[in-house]
T-cell receptor
Framework: QQQVKQSPQSLIVQKGGISIINCAYENTAFDYFPWYQQFPGKGPALLIA?????SEKKEGRFTISFNKSAKQFSLHIMDSQPGDSATYFC????????????FGPGTRLSVLP | DAGVIQSPRHEVTEMGQEVTLRCKPI?????LFWYRQTMMRGLELLIY????????DSGMPEDRFSAKMPNASFSTLKIQPSEPRDSAVYFC????????????FGPGTRLTVL
């Protein structure tokens, strides 16, 4: 019940295309859903996050869609660029508390020029 | 701010040796987390400190692992003795009051145990 499932494991997209990564959770106590971006040799960096009181959050080319009833959330990267090539992790926590933090297994995104 | 600083960035050691990983959190952050990242298990939280006090070490895999935070600007993760299955990337992260929306990760230490 503590798990966060993530798919696909890897994704190849052409430049300018839309990248979509999906996550699902079971624990209804989760109330904070961030996405992290990790480049090779670097630590994960917070990209965008959402709380369950909204269904969508957009920051630039990055959008989180949240479906509370289905217990699913997804990251959409519009106009994908080669510089977006990285590993993306979804995560979930309750009370916005790092001790309660659970990460998905990650999606390796490659954006072809 | 320099961000979270970890050292060394790479460590290669032989089985049975003691390994010490170091972390300097962001100044002003009072929470510190140690994570381990492997292909098989992804990112796992090992231990969490708040105000230099270990709050939850339930993620520490075995007694061979220990962590300390002697002051607000320094923490260590020690493995003694090390085993090949400890090979992973170890990340330190710091935050304000444990809040995940203020959490910043360091660059990690890639540990290889031969």
């Amino acid at each position: 019940q503590q798990q966060v499932k993530q798919s696909p494991q890897s994704l190849i997209v052409q430049k300018g295309g839309i990248s979509i990564i999906n996550c699902a959770y079971e624990n209804t106590a989760f109330d904070y859903f961030p996405w992290y971006q990790q480049f090779p040799g670097k630590g994960p960096a917070l990209l965008i996050a959402i709380r369950p009181d909204v269904s969508e959050k957009k920051e630039g080319r990055f959008t989180i869609s949240f479906n509370k009833s289905a217990k699913q959330f997804s990251l959409h990267i519009m106009d994908s660029q080669p510089g977006d090539s990285a590993t993306y992790f979804c995560a979930a926590s309750w009370d916005n508390y790092g001790q309660n933090f659970v990460f998905g297994p990650g999606t390796r995104l490659s954006v072809l020029p | 701010d320099a961000g979270v600083i970890q050292s060394p960035r790479h460590e290669v050691t032989e089985m049975g040796q003691e390994v010490t990983l170091r972390c300097k959190p962001i100044s002003g952050h009072n929470s510190l987390f140690w994570y381990r990242q492997t292909m098989m298990r992804g990112l796992e939280l090992l231990i969490y400190f708040n105000n230099n006090v270990p709050i939850d070490d339930s993620g520490m895999p075995e007694d061979r692992f220990s962590a300390k935070m002697p002051n607000a600007s320094f923490s260590t993760l020690k493995i003694q003795p090390s085993e090949p299955r400890d090979s992973a990337v170890y990340f330190c992260a710091s935050a304000l009051g444990g809040r995940t929306d203020t959490q910043y990760f360091g660059p990690g230490t890639r540990l290889t145990v031969l």
